[in-house]
Every structure is written in C-alpha cells, then in structure tokens.
C-alpha cells in the first residue's frame, strides 16, 4: 500500500507499507484528500525531529469513506463520508480532569505523534472520526480541520457581532478566521504583506492592508474612530506582527495569538499594562469547533473552492509540499487516491 512518509533533511518520500485490518474499536478509513499545512512544513523544516518518529507518515486535514469496522465499534457505516479529530487524550492528566482534553499534557496529536493520513487506508480510533454529509465534496471536507482551528480561535476571543477585528497574516489560517469572524457578524480588516495573498483575501470581500506601504496604527485608529480593534488575531507568526500587535487593539481588548512561534519573542507589555489587554493562547480545537466547521462548510460560508490552490497525487507529495511553499500558494491538497502504484 503507497504512503507518504517524512524521512529526515526536508524529504518526503514514497513508503510501501502493509495494509493491515482495523483493530477491535477501530474503523479503517479508504483516504480521500489529505491537506498539507504550516505545522507540516514544520516538521518538513526538521523543527520537529525530536517528537517525530521516521519514517513519519504525517498528515491530519483528510476526508474519506469508512472502509472497514472493527470489532465493537457501532453507529458507523461502511461508505460514510468522515473526516478526523485529530486528538487523542488520555483523560488522566490536570488539563484533562479539568475538561480541557484538547490540550491534554499527554496529548497524542495523530498525523504528528502518531500515523497520519498520508496513505491509502488508514486505521483510527472511531472515537475521532466526525461525520460529513455526503453533499459536501469530499475536497472541500478535508478543509474541516482548518476551519475547526479559525473556529476555535474565534471563539476563544469572545469576539460578538458588532466587533471590530483584525487578522495579521493572509494565509490558509489567517483567511479562515476572517471567514468565521465576518459570519459571526464582525467588520474584519486583514493585515498582509504578500501582494497575491493580499489580492486573494480582497477578493473575497475582505478590507486589506499593506502594512509596508502604510502605517497599521494609524490606518486601524482611523477605521475604529481611535478606539482601536476589538480583537486582534496574530497569525502571521513574524516576531513584529507579536510586538505591533498591542499597539492595534482596545482598551481592554483581546490579542489572541494563533501562529506557532518556535522561540520567544518580544512584547510590549507597556502597552498590555496600560491598556488592560488580554493576551490568550489558542492551540488546537474541541468536538464542538469541528461540528460548526463541517455546518459552516456544508453551507458554502467558507471559500473552499478559492482557498484550494493545488491538488497533487500522493506519489507527487514532495512536489505538493514545494507548492505550498511556493508565494501565494493557500492550500495544497493531495489526492491520497491517484497516483502511483496499489
């Protein structure tokens, strides 16, 4: 059976593994599309060398159809549309005893910590599988992960209709969250510095800024009446975007940081001081977050089809990768199905 599999120095290569049948409360899952995203190229970067373990089969955005049932599982069919929760707690910890098993302190991030999606069928808890209807293509489902983080990080604000919002970085993440904010009845203006994201992200109806040819503070002051944003999500990951952050939002406004920061970065704390900010983390996503994103993408809310620049067979994973690099490029699907020998 093909997979694709992280092997070390930036390389994805092409595994032939055996296909084994799912276990006693497992389902097998015939992989449809899997996503490729920022955390992805992370590991790709070898950032991630120390919890990985090669070779890696990555991957946890996917749609597919239930393949096979393990024993006792029930309230599953053969044929059904699913995509992954990604998470797998062991309910023993503090975070989890106090109901955050999302970000348990054992946490198994599967497609990371474990086998992802990268292959032809893959066998997972069925406690993780969420349903998606049938009408919903099955390109766009594999979108539900993504959405589910836009929708975490929204809700995680607190932000109400009536806010004002800004989302520094234009990308994959960046464009979901507007998409979520403004279906919650937010004013969004995105920050970008790449012209074609920028571009993009205007043609969905979105107010864009340049922050190179014009001054963000004063440009958000003028667009709040001097009050500052609401909200302000930081998802660019640069260390400016961290430190430029305080300066856009409002009296007792809310930073929520979005991006994964591999080192500390500064901040001015001045101004979270002086202004009564809060400052919050948003990681992951609960079973409720990846129900929205699947009602919201059922709907046609999100832009899925605008958002999908690429679709590659899974023997041309390494090229997939390079388009996501590639300026521009939002999400690169790989077609898990096509390519390559069975």
Not at 43 to 55: E, F, K, Q, S, Y
Not at 161 to 185: H, M, S, W, Y
Request: glycine share 10%; net charge negative.
């Amino acid at each position: 059976m093909l997979a694709a599999a992280y092997t070390g120095s930036g390389t994805i290569s092409r595994l032939d593994v055996p296909e084994a049948p799912p276990s006693p409360g497992e389902v097998q899952i015939e992989v449809a599309y899997v996503g490729l995203c920022g955390t992805d190229l992370h590991i790709l970067h070898g950032n991630m060398d120390a919890r990985v373990t090669m070779p890696a089969i990555i991957g946890h955005e996917m749609s597919g159809r239930i393949a096979a049932l393990g024993d006792g599982v029930e309230g599953w069919q053969v044929g059904a549309s699913v995509t992954v929760m990604p998470l797998a707690w062991d309910n023993t910890c503090p975070a989890c005893t106090a109901g955050n098993q999302h970000i348990c302190q054992n946490l198994n991030f599967i497609g990371i910590d474990s086998p992802g999606a990268l292959q032809r069928r893959w066998n997972v808890p069925a406690d993780v599988l969420v349903e998606v209807p049938d009408t919903l293509a099955l390109t766009h489902a594999a979108l539900v992960e993504p959405v589910a983080v836009a929708v975490h990080d929204v809700r995680r604000s607190d932000l109400t209709a009536g806010d004002r919002a800004v989302v520094i970085g234009a990308g994959p993440i960046g464009t979901l969250i507007a998409a979520v904010a403004r279906e919650f009845g937010a004013d969004v203006l995105v920050i970008e510095v790449d012209a074609a994201r920028r571009e993009a992200v205007a043609e969905l109806g979105f107010r864009t800024l340049d922050p190179l040819a014009e001054d963000q503070v004063s440009a958000v002051d003028t667009w709040t009446d001097g009050a500052g944003a609401d909200v302000v999500f930081e998802v660019s990951g640069a260390a400016a975007a961290v430190l430029g952050a305080t300066a856009l939002a409002k009296v007792r406004g809310t930073i929520v940081v979005v991006a994964i920061h591999p080192e500390p970065r500064p901040l001015d704390l001045q101004r979270v001081f002086w202004r009564e900010l809060r400052i919050l983390g948003a990681r992951v996503y609960q079973r409720t977050d990846f129900e929205k994103a699947v009602e919201l993408l059922a709907a046609g809310t999100i832009p899925a089809e605008q958002l999908i620049t690429a679709v590659r067979p899974l023997a041309d994973t390494q090229a997939a990768f390079d388009s996501l690099r590639s300026t521009g490029a939002m999400k690169v699907l790989v077609d898990v199905q096509s390519g390559g020998d069975q």
